[in-house]
């Protein structure tokens, strides 16, 4: 199988773990997880090299089921734990992500942390002189919080090299259009203007992502990924409620017809 069709099958697989949790818990942040389980197949699939001490910080916490689903299909967590156990009253994993949980690096939640503590990490890692790189995700409405920028200024000064951002920017927020609420664009530009090495990329496309997630690097790099929230369900992809709308299980055909329809097709 090539090793684009096998990414394909891996995210499918990831996005139905994200579904069948979201059902079974009947909680929201769906889009949300959905428009970053391509990023984090790649990531995880093909980029990370653990035995090197890479690591991935999730600081858009509500995102934590599409952590928990890559996290299963790399065989870390069981694909049935998770699916039982997310967002449940006594379930083992939380609707934001805590560092007890095999995998998890960062407890998350509170938007805004992510940025400064993969920089504390990158920056021990230099000191250290370990060659390992430290992803953080953020999201495109996190960007509002001021501490991010405090971090990404910090890191462009400093400058250690192992430091990766990755901006999923999916242009929706919990409450309205990124653009119409706060817009940071050019994002491009000002990371560039804080010394930071930039890509712009596809991010539903694995071969782009693969691309700009392994660019050798000697300093911060941000990788802003154009992504769909939602991405994979018809009825949420670019739909304002794809942050807060849950699912009851009468309504799992519609849950999943764009992704029963990719199957049928294939
Ligand atoms: C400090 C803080 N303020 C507010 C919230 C509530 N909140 C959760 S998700 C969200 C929207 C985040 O938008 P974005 O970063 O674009 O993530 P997306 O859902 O689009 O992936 C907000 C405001 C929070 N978790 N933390
Ligand atoms: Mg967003």
Redo the contacts with the bound molecule.
């Keep these: 199988m090539s090793t684009s069709a096998e990414l394909r099958l891996e995210a499918d697989a990831a996005r139905r773990i994200v579904l069948e949790a979201a059902l079974a818990s009947g909680s929201c942040?769906i889009?949300?997880s959905l428009?970053?389980v391509d990023i984090l197949t790649v990531l995880y699939q093909r980029t990370l090299r653990a035995g090197e001490g890479d690591r991935f910080l999730l600081s858009?916490?509500?995102?934590a089921s599409a952590l928990y689903a890559v996290l299963a299909r790399a065989g870390v967590l069981g694909e049935g734990d998770v699916i039982a156990g997310y967002c449940r009253d006594g379930g083992t994993y939380a609707g934001h992500p805590e560092r007890h949980v095999p995998g998890v690096e960062l407890t998350a939640?509170?938007?805004?942390h992510g940025v400064a503590v993969a920089l504390g990490r990158a920056l021990a890692d230099r000191a250290d002189g370990r060659d390992a790189r430290t992803f953080c995700l953020?999201?495109?409405?996190?960007?509002d919080?001021g501490s991010v920028w405090e971090a990404v200024a910090l890191a462009g000064h400093l400058a250690p090299p192992g430091l990766r951002l990755i901006v999923?920017a999916?242009g929706?927020?919990?409450?309205g259009r990124?653009g119409e609420v706060l817009s940071l664009e050019p994002l491009g530009e000002k990371f560039r203007a804080f010394g930071w090495v930039v890509s712009e990329v596809d991010g539903h496309s694995h071969a782009a992502l693969a691309c700009a997630l392994g660019a050798p690097a000697r300093r911060p790099v941000a990788i802003v990924a154009r992504t769909v929230?939602g991405h994979g369900v018809p009825a949420l992809e670019g739909e304002f409620m794809s942050?807060y709308r849950s699912f009851r299980p009468h309504e799992r055909a519609i849950l999943f017809a764009g992704l029963d329809r990719i199957e049928e097709a294939a």
Excluded at 109 to 112: I, P, R, V, W
């Design positions: 942040h889009g949300s428009s970053i858009k916490g509500h995102a939640g509170s938007l805004g953020v999201g495109d409405g996190e960007l919080e999923d999916n929706f927020q919990g409450l990124v929230k942050h």
